[in-house]
């Protein structure tokens, strides 16, 4: 039993080391919790006014992942962190898709 604890254990910490994480620089981190999946966001701008770079990460390891459901969890992360970025204005995207469980997209708050 703990021969089989310790073989789960080290295949966690491998597998843990191989998930490569793609922080956005000058972004911090934020914690978000959505259907119960724990996700972290990173949004920053892109230097031209009212556009914004985000990346919505999973923040645990996903075995045998469906990325249907896993794509809408992370737009649904995404449409929230959105529409609070851009204060209930409508936004646009430019860019838009999935990196495995890992959303990215660049969006732009519209003027009203």
Same mark, same amino acid.
Request: with cysteine.
């Given at each position: *039993?703990?021969l089989? *604890?310790?073989?789960?254990?080290?295949?966690?910490?491998l597998?843990?080391?191989?998930? @490569?994480?793609?922080?956005?620089?000058?972004?911090?981190?934020?914690?978000?919790?959505?259907?119960?999946? @724990?996700?972290?966001?990173?949004?920053?701008?892109?230097?031209?006014?009212?556009?914004?770079?985000?990346?919505?990460?999973?923040?645990?390891?996903?075995?045998?992942?469906?990325?249907?459901?896993?794509?809408?969890?992370?737009?649904?992360?995404?449409?929230?962190? *959105?529409?609070?970025?851009? @204060?209930?204005?409508?936004?646009?995207?430019?860019?838009?898709? *999935?990196?495995?469980?890992?959303?990215?997209?660049?969006?732009?708050?519209?003027?009203?």
């Amino acid at each position: *039993m703990k021969l089989a *604890m310790s073989c789960l254990v080290a295949a966690a910490t491998l597998l843990a080391g191989c998930y @490569k994480v793609d922080p956005l620089e000058g972004t911090q981190a934020e914690p978000i919790t959505v259907e119960g999946r @724990k996700f972290t966001v990173r949004v920053g701008s892109t230097g031209v006014p009212n556009q914004y770079r985000l990346l919505v990460q999973r923040s645990t390891m996903v075995i045998n992942p469906d990325y249907e459901l896993e794509a809408e969890r992370a737009r649904e992360v995404a449409r929230r962190i *959105m529409e609070r970025t851009c @204060k209930g204005r409508p936004y646009s995207q430019a860019v838009e898709g *999935m990196e495995g469980v890992n959303y990215k997209s660049v969006f732009s708050c519209l003027q009203t």
